[in-house]
Each structure stands twice: as structure tokens, then as C-alpha cells.
């Protein structure tokens, strides 16, 4: 069939290759459908654009890598053909089988070893320009574009042992450990004795497989390649329908070994091939590599390739001692010259077949260095007979470690190309060693060989080589490239697998916001009302009348216990030995190294119980410094997060007083519930801890409830205030309404290293106290010179946007955290970081993006715009 | 198939001194699982829930004045899964191993949540903050819908029993 015309096929039978259908068998790969067409190159190189044809057939090296239905990087030796596919080669203009970029393959000379890192660097204003031509021209397949979001699952599994590779050693080893009693997971990336010729070892492979298979403890995963061995050790598993993450106890290696890789002048045409992927195509497909085959070494497995291929129908000619000095051809191998016998010959073939040994596919097993994995068959003992692998499979069943073997290396190449995927040549080698890069890993560095989809499958050994020669030809000494994940090759897709979603955060009134045409938005991880209607209605309802928003997402804490005031004292920069039952206090919350990590409010409940509070996004990390300084300390001191657990509504505004006392019997008169109190109440039957604050610049208090009955009581206010002018307000109008009193809100108008004096809170602290947390930090910057400052800035003209330049004496002194226009004072109010101008933070500042200098002048004011003595929230 | 659903369960958390916490009455009925070595943490049926908690009030005042008992059902969602592909569903969410022994009980995160997760025989119950029960059903119905999820609807949590 070698060489025949392309067949036609109607398209239930076909795939579709670059516009034309191609005939199907059952059991076709992508590759042997094609080559069965008589397709012979299947890629270009990745640099220098040469033929690349069949070659292993193992999915070892990079030549039959094309695009399938859209996919680019697909082996084609691997995937299975399905009728309907879409096929076409990746790279070749202004095609893959007349490619005029392959003139690069005879300007070597322009494209030397490490060119990217000599040339292309001025002027360099062209490399960007450069970078396109190249990236378009290189051997790379195209990322596919507005590809549908597919979200790919993950799923954990916990065996006692993992095997990845399903063949004899693997799966005699996945039988022994299972049955030890352990449980067993065996992964291969293939289809057990798919990739063997048919024959004795095929057939002993699906035999051992059909074990496995109705092994109640072993769970076989097929077409499912291991990704990599991480710490745990934890061993993604590539398989078709989702990405399995497996936690073994231990894993078992059993790779085995892939081909010699031969490399000589001519080695990558078309037509030459590793014995096995020769065979295999004509055994397992029926489908002859070329007419007149010429079989070269000396591999065990070489005699019994040769009657293959002679069955399949192929004149064959061994030359079993022998090497091949060059291949030659334009399109494909027509003649090799070898050398056997102390004489060259040249011969004429349409395959070169090569059967050199084989070398350890120990990519996995090297990143396993150092965790509980071990190696069997072919791995450590690369060639060994069925037999010796079975029986090293069993050892490793039961956990008895198989000492890697070191097998010799090939002869040091002189010509050719060394690395497939990356056009690594052995003149490339030898530049690079007279540059001075000078072991293996810096040679993989400089010249990238190992490091393209075969991960040096084919290339590392000839590398070690090619340094062991230079260092006294021994092959320890050459040292090994450093393995990592991903062994195989994998799609961005299942990268994500199992991350498809964020996690949302939603407080009780989620649904009741968006019912009521809440604009939601995301505030760190949870969702929030942005605003429910017109803004300004919203603002002006809170300043005139009254407004109730959702704060159930604030971090919400109960500290009790003995050590409760102890630790709080200790934890807090302000005072709380002296905070009364019924009695709350605004307080900063601090790192060791003084800088503010959070701000909220401590409640004193009873004498060892106090209830915290926290901003929405600082919750988590408050309670987790919290249990760093409680564990610390030693005092018995009990943490209760109650954040999901109650819900919180502010109603703030000049009607919040007559809004509550219509719901409750409770009184919330100035004298009897003042300003910076908090006591249990009971608002629309709903049982309450009410908040006295102002963080809002008027009236009003947080009501802290069950959140099963936040409906309930937000239905209720709503209802209740709604001849009182009463709107619910979102977090935009909740921004503005804060910076209009000048609160800073952390992590928008603080930075990484904002202490208390830097933000102008040193009121907040009370270096007086013995101990707290951050005071040492803060006793020593304060002999320091503070260079930066918060302050609050007063705009005239257009209102800046945050983030924007602050200017001083024409350089820029800092930049905006926040800024709105103030309905209620009628100009732009701001809070920004500013550093000192000779000597003395400067009183007035311009903000604009550079060139825009002047479009807003600011000036420096008292923190708050609105209601400077108070008054409101105190009324 | 995996039976997917909401279940109602009053949730107790108790934190005292470890030899208080070490030896709390067994509430009947319910499950207490010990979460942290001061930690409690009880699911009840709804219905029995107030008797479990003042039982628990009691115990633990006779035991450490200073611990706490406090019925944090409001801050807790809980998911039952059951049926046969239970474990898988698991799997799917969860990198935490399930217990060999049941009930059993593991924490750790269930679709990148953190979660408690109980496991009884034939059932699993993930229990997990309120704020994100809505995310942790959502995960289970889209991760898991080649198993073949059927929402089935709210019940009543009866489980009974010590954790292994």
C-alpha cells in the first residue's frame, strides 16, 4: 500500500485532511490514516522548516504533531481517527509539502545557536516587529481562537498505589500490590499493548491488561497520560473525560524505554524510522513503511521488526552490526550509506529502519526523586525480555525498590539533528561548549534541546553524550537535565480543570437585592448591591432622610474566655480594660511590623465575652491572625466566627431614630442609646444586637441578627420607612458618604506599609499601654521622619479619578486612593498619599495624568469634609 | 446517580477547654464531631436542637464556666449527597480522602470551599459556610452532571451517633 494515491471516501467513512477525505480502517490512528494515504510529511521543523515524516510512532517524538478539529500539537500517532475529523499540518508556507520557508534550512549560518539571545536586541523598537514574522513562521501549530469555554472537570482519587504505564511491567505490578489487599489506580496514556507490534509481548500485555481490568481493587485508566509527579506525591492523570488528580501512597514507574534515537546527517527525512513505529504500522495497520526496508542494529527486537515488515510485504535487508554514516533523499530517504564490517556501503531504500536499543523513558521517575516512587521494567532495565520485566514489575508491586540501571551512552554525534522538536543540531552542541556553556543543563538552557513536546524523550541521552565525550566519555559524570512537569503535553483546558468558577460569597439578602433591580458587583469574594437605583436619590435619602444597606458581610467575631480581655488588650492598639459592657470602640488592627492590617469595632459584651467586628474583605485574615496571636500567647481565649451566621443592615440618615422606634419597643433615644453603644434590642419581632456608629457621617446603627430572618427585617425597615423617604443604598453611594467624613477604608486608601501615623490615626493608638501587638515596630519608626502622609484634599474643577498623580513643585508627590464629588458640599473631595516637598508635605497639590498637569488643584484640609464636630452622628 | 439535597440540621458549635470539650454528654440525637482540640462542633435534627444545646449549656458550665455553646445554625449550609456515585461526586470536589470508618468526619475544602464533611453510611454531609451553600450546590450540580444528579427535596437531617 506504501506510496499508493490518496483514496477518496464518502464522508461518513473519511476524515477531512487539508480538503480532502481520506479513507478510514477500524482501528486507525490519525497517523496511519494519513500515511495509508500516502501523506509522508507530516510537519515541518521547528526552525529551519525540513521534512518531518513518521518516526516512532510512541509519541515520543515531535514529527507527527498536527492540528485535529481545531486542536493544535495533536500526535497523530496516538488519536484515534474518528470519521467527520478535521486534519491539517501545522506550519508551511505557502504549504506543509512546498514550504518556501524551508530556505531557512540553508541559512544556518543567520539562525546560529542562541540567535535570540545575540541578535534581535537593537534597535529595539524592530524586535517586536521581528517577534511576529517569527512566531508566524516557526513549526508551532495555531492557538486556536474563540474557542467555546469548555470547563473540564477534576476528580481526586486516593489510591495505595499508582502505576503509570500499563504495560508488562506495570500491570504486574498494579496484579501483586492489588493483590496484597492494596488499592491500585494504573494509568497509560494509550491502550495496553497498543503501541507493541502484534506478537508474543502484545499479547502477554492484553493479557495481563484483561486482569486488571476485572480486578476488583485495580481501577485501569486508558488514554490517560500522567502529567507529572509534584510533592505529596500528587500525579496528575490526563484522561478523556476529566482530569483525575491522584494522592498515592506511593507510585510505580513503568514507563519503559523508548528507541534509540539515531542521529547522523539526514536522519530526520521522511522515511526513516524507529524499528517499533516501522512495525508497528505494518502490523497493527497493514500498512508497509516503504517497499524496500533496510534494517539497521542490533536490538533484540530488530529480527522479529524485520519479519514484520518482510510479512506486511517489504523487500527487507538488515545490516545488524552496523551503523549509518548519512542518509540522503530530497522529499523522503532514497539511499543510506553504512558502515559494517570495517566497509561502507551505500544502499538504496525507501525506509531506513533503525533498531539502535533503547533508552529509559525516566522523565517521571527523575521528577519523583526524593518521594516514595520506584521504577520497573523497561525504566531501570532498559531492553530487558518479557519475563525480566514481569518479574521486576512484581518487586516493585510490593514496594522493593529496583536500582536504576545506567545504561552505556550512544557514540558523542557528529552530525545531524540531535533535538527533533527544537532543530538542535551537533554543530549547534559544539558552538554552544565553545561559548562555554559546558554541562548538560546549561546546554539545555543555551540551545534548548529537552525542552520541546518530547521533553527529551529522544534528545537527552545523545546531550549527556555529547558531554560525558568532553569530560572522559562516562556517563554520570555528564550529569542529567532536570525533569519537570508536564512529561506530555497538555491543554491550557486541563490545566484549568476543576478551577471553571470563582467562589461568590452571598450574605441572606442576596436574592432580595436582585429582586429589587440591585446592580451587583464583585467585592473581594463576595457579591454585592453597586447601587439599586439613581445614585444621587440614594445619597440624598441617606443625608435628608434614611437609608438601610446590607453590611452582613463584615467579619463578625465572638472573643470569650478568661484570657478575652487579656488578649484583646494585648491584640489592640487602643485601650479595652476600660471599654464598659454596652460600650463600643472604634480600633485598628495591626501586624507586628505596625502596619494596619484592618480596622473595626470591638463590643463589650460581658466581662470575658466581647463581640468583633471586621471590613467585608478582612474577615478571613483577621480571624487568622487572630488564632496566630491566641495560639501564640497561650491564654484561654475562645474564637467564634460568626460572619455567616448574622446578618447586618445599617440604617443611617436623620430618620434612622423614628424608623426603628416604629418597629421596636426598645427605646433608641439619644440618652438612652447613645452615640458608640451597642445593646440587644428586638426590630420587627426580629431579635437584634444594635450598633450605635457614624461611619457614615449621620444617625445611625447596625442591626446584627440571625441571618435566617435578615428578609424578614430588611422587609420590615423597608416597609416600615417608607412614608420616612426611606431607600436601600448600594456600596457606591456607601463610598461617597464615608469619604465625605474622611473614614479610610483599608486596602483602597491604605498600602502595604500604612502605619497609624502614616494614615493620621495615631489618635487610634495608645503607645501608653504596655504591650500590643505592632508596638515595638511603631516606638522605633517613630524617631523616624515620616515621609508620607494620608491626607484629605479639596478639589476645584473636574473631579479626578482615583489613582491619579498628585503634583507638587511640578514632580509628583503621591496619587489619589479615593475621590468623588460631594453633592452635598458641592465640590470634589479626595483622600491621597503624598510625600514631603522640601522639608513639609505640601498644602496644595494638582492632579492629572502626566501632560494634563493642573486639571484639578487640591488642597489640603482636616480629614472630614462632612460634619467636621459630629454633630450629625452624635444627635 | 447521586442524590443531591438540601438538608435542614441545627448546628451547635461548643469550644472549651479540652477536657471539657473531651467529654461532653452524647447528645441524643445528634453527632458531635471534634473539629480543633477546644472545638465542638454538633449536628442535630432540627427538632431536637434547643434540648441538645441546653444540654450542652449544662455539661459545659459544670465543666468550663468560661467555655461557650452557641447554636450557629444560621451560619451553615448542608449538603447530602447519596447514591451510588456519592464517593465520586466526592472526589470530584474534594482532594481530602473520605474516612474508612463510619460515621466518620474530614475537613477540608469541598469545591474550593472550606467544609466539614460527615460521613455516615450510604450518605455524605457537606457542611459549609451559609454565605457560599448556594456555590457548593451549584459545583456539585455542574461538576458532577455526568453522574447523573437528582435534586431531590430538602429533608430533615436524623443522624445519630460518635465519629469514629
Redesign the interface.
Known sequence: MSGSAPEESSLSESLNFEGRALSLEPGDTVASALFRAGVRTFSRSFKYHRRRGLYCLTGDCPNCLVTVDGEPGVRACLTPARAGQSVRREVGWPSAERDLLAIADRLHWLLPVGFYYKTLVRPRWLWPRVERIVRASVGLGEAPRATPRV?R??????PDVLVVGAGAAGLSAALTAAGAGQSVVVCDEGVPGDLLAPGASRARVETLAAQARAHPRVTLLERAPAIGIYEGPLVPVNAP??LY?V?PGRVVVATGAVQRHGVFPGSDLPGVWLSRGAARLAGAYGVTPGTCALVVGADVEAPGHAETLRVAGADVRAVEHGTVIRAEGRTGIRRALVAAAGAEEEIRCDALVLAFGRVPRAGLLRQGAGLPVVGAGDVVDPGCRLEAAEESGRRAGLNEAAAPGEPSLPVACADGIVCLCEDVSAKDLRDAWTEGFRSVELLKRYTTATMGPCQGALCHEHLRAFVGERLGGDAPAAGAATARPPARGITLEDVAS????V??????LYARHVEQGAVMEPAGA?RRPERFGDLLDEYWAVRRHVGVSDVGTLGKY?V???GALEFLERLYPCYVHDLPEGRLRYTLLLGDHGYVVDDGLVCRLAD?RFYLTFTSGGGDQAEAHMRDWADAWGL?V?L???????GAINIAGPGARALLERLSADSFAGDRFPYLHHREVVVAGVPCRALRLGFVGELSWELHH???RSVELWDALLEAGGNLGIQPHGLETLRLLRLEKGHPVVGQDTDFDSTPAKLRMDWAVKLDKPAFVGKAALVRMSSIRLERQLVALRFTGETPAEGTPLWADGRQVGHLTSSRYSPVLEYPVGLGFVTRVAGSFPPAVTAGEVGRLGAAAGTVVSRAFYDPEGNRVRG | VVELSASAATVI?C???PAAIEAPHAPAPGIPCRVAP?ELLVLAPPDAGERVLAGLVDDLAGLDP???A?D?????SLWTLAGEHAG?AF??L????LPALRPGAVQGLV???PAKTLVLPGELHILV????G??VR??IL???A?LGVDETAPQEFRGAGVVV
Open positions: 470547563e472537570p477534576a476528580s481526586h482519587l486516593h473525560a476529566l488528580l494522592h476543576g478551577l471553571g468558577s467562589v461568590e460569597a452571598r450574605t441572606a463576595w465572638l470569650a474566655g478568661r470575658d484561654e475562645h467564634v466566627n460568626r460572619t455567616a451566621e448574622l440571625g441571618s435566617s | 458549635r469550644l472549651g477547654a477546644d468560661s467555655g461557650i452557641l450557629q445554625t444560621d451560619g451553615f465520586e472526589a470530584r474534594s482532594a481530602t480522602p469545591g474550593r470551599v459556610a451559609s454565605t457560599v448556594h456555590y451549584e459545583r455542574e461538576v458532577c455526568d
